[in-house]
């Protein structure tokens, strides 16, 4: 008495179509849900990278006087190195900070043109590696007795001769966390609610058919023979549904992102592959889940004939 | 095969009961009428014995099991002894003639090759080779009918339960499916019908079991529809 499992894939497939309206409403609930959850997801994935690279710029500059001893630069630079947190350090000469100061002022030359010799002092640049750590790293320098031999105004270093944007830091962190934790509640809220309505529709599709599972099991059918096709086919509408999400996600991602390039080029717009496929992934998975339970649950309750 | 003792169902409380102490025995290999005015009980006892309902006290056997402490998991393992015509058809809206009927065969795990012989073998029996493929709203209430009863016999079960089976068919037809009914219990199936055409009960002279008021009245082999009206 084996049951051939091609009889409830052949049952699902034409439960499906047999009931295309149905079908087409959870399809299109399931779909518009997820596809919400999704925009969502990637613009906010968006929103993080612009967050952190406004943070990777957060860096600490020690200002070289001119006339250092060559031996201390190099020695604070290795004892900097060793400070925790720090990511790497680099050397700016005098010519590197002109040519670089050049660049930026390229659009007027008569600004370059005004400087007699170079007045731009060499500095050490050092890189963190999480920039909300930046006033322990600061104070470990100014804590070293080489900085003094080093600095213009050894009495008071922090407050010329190092610069790591003091005031702007609290603040943009501040900014960056509110901006993370409620990107992170409503994808939460949004997933939950597009979880209830997609659980409901699937419940309000077999409910539609609570007369026929009466009949099914009056004809002897057990519980299992009667639910499989039911399971399965609510599977098969989150599937529907979470792949076309995906495909359009995919396709809208592909217009939208360069025209955000082009016209915020200031601003690191990327959407990396391995985002969208944790994102498909989550897609698909919430949807069969939810397809699962939504219709087991919905045919227990018209089992008890 | 079937054992009522002392059976009463009541609907609502403080109404007069449907079925009301009621006792019978209905041996392996009988043809049963069970005759009555509408809402005398006729119905109540055949879903009793599908165990579609629950009786409010007493006790039913059907086929040596006892309906009435059967786990839910059992309950289908009984359904599938039982072929069942239903006074309201309960076809299956979304499934064609044909699929209706090789439901119950599905639903025993019977292979596509045996339902692909048998289904036709029945819908022909029944008159319906015509219309293996229409759905049920595309069929008239006798068509409907008739696929109830294939699908009730297909797979061969030793007790048939038939409400009002002939109530939406001419006499030709009914005609046709009372000698069917009688030509399946030949084979050994107990047959068991709900009915209140009185000429189809006086022509078969078969045991009758009359209901009135819930209450079994009359109990006699080889008997007539009865009443005087």
């Known amino acids: 008495m084996a049951i051939n499992p091609g009889y409830f894939i052949r049952e699902t497939i034409s439960s499906f ?56 630069v190099e020695a604070l630079q290795a004892n900097i190195q060793k400070i925790p947190n720090v990511k790497s350090i680099a050397y700016v000469t005098k010519d590197q900070a002109l040519a670089r100061f050049k660049e930026r002022t390229k659009n007027s030359p008569q600004l370059v043109e005004q400087l007699r010799g170079n007045p731009l002092p060499a500095s050490v640049e050092v890189a963190l590696v999480d920039p909300r750590q930046v006033q322990t790293v600061v104070n470990a320098i100014v804590k070293d007795p080489l900085l003094a031999k080093v600095v213009k105004n050894p009495a008071n270093p922090t407050q010329s001769d190092i610069r790591y944007g003091q005031n702007v830091v609290d603040n943009l962190f501040k900014a960056t966390g509110v901006i993370r934790i409620f990107a992170a509640a409503f994808l939460i809220l949004l997933l939950l609610v597009s979880l209830v309505l997609i659980g409901n529709t699937i419940r309000l ?79 698909v998975l919430s949807g069969v889940l939810i397809g699962l339970l939504g219709s087991g649950t919905a045919v227990r309750r018209y089992l008890k004939v | 095969m079937i054992s009522m003792k002392n059976v009463s169902k009541i609907y609502v409380p403080d109404k007069p009961p449907a079925l009301s102490e009621v006792d019978c025995e209905i041996a392996q290999g009988e043809f049963v009428f069970i005759v009555g005015h509408s809402g005398s009980g006729k119905s109540t006892f055949i879903r009793l014995l599908l165990r579609e309902l629950l009786p409010t006290s007493g006790q039913i056997t059907v086929a040596n099991q006892d309906v009435i402490h059967m786990k839910n998991a059992k309950i289908p393992f009984l359904r599938r002894n039982i072929g069942c015509v239903f006074q309201d058809f309960k076809l299956l809206p979304n499934k064609t003639s044909y699929e209706n009927v090789a439901y119950a065969l599905e639903v025993i795990g019977k292979s596509r090759h045996v339902i692909a012989t048998q289904v036709p073998e029945v819908l022909r029996l029944v008159g319906l080779e015509e219309k293996t493929d229409s759905y049920p709203d595309e069929l008239s209430g006798g068509e409907q009918q008739r696929v109830s009863i294939a699908r009730a016999f297909v797979n061969r079960p030793p007790l048939l339960l038939a409400d009002e089976p002939t109530g939406n068919l001419d006499p030709a037809t009914s005609l046709g499916i009372m000698s069917l009914l009688n030509r399946i219990n030949k084979t050994g199936t107990t047959v068991l019908v709900a009915t209140h055409d009185r000429e189809m009960v006086d022509s078969m002279r078969k045991r009758v079991i009359a209901l009135e008021n819930g209450k079994i009245i009359r109990d006699q082999s080889r008997g007539v529809y009865g009443y005087g009206d």
Not at chain 1, 19 to 27: G, I, K, Q, R
Not at chain 1, 238 to 257: H, K, M, P
Not at chain 1, 267 to 279: D, S
Request: glycine fraction near 6%; charge should be positive; hydrophobic fraction near 60%.
């Open chain 1, 17 to 72: 179509r047999r009931n295309w309206v149905m079908s087409l409403v959870a399809v299109s609930i399931i779909y518009i849900s997820l596809l919400l959850v999704g925009a969502f997801f990637l613009t906010s994935s968006v929103l993080n990278t612009i967050v952190s690279s406004f943070e990777a710029k957060v860096s600490v500059q020690v200002f070289v006087k001119d006339g250092a001893v060559p031996a201390d």
């Open chain 1, 205 to 283: 599709a077999i409910f539609a058919r609570r007369r026929e599972i009466g009949i099914m099991r009056l004809v002897g059918a057990s519980n299992w023979f009667i639910r499989t096709p039911f399971l399965l086919e609510g599977v098969l509408q989150s599937l529907v549904g979470s792949i076309l999400a995906i495909l359009t996600l995919l396709a809208a991602q592909a217009v939208i992102v360069p025209w955000l390039q082009d016209n915020l080029k200031f601003l690191p717009v990327t959407i990396a592959g391995a985002t969208f496929a944790q994102l498909a992934g989550l897609l």
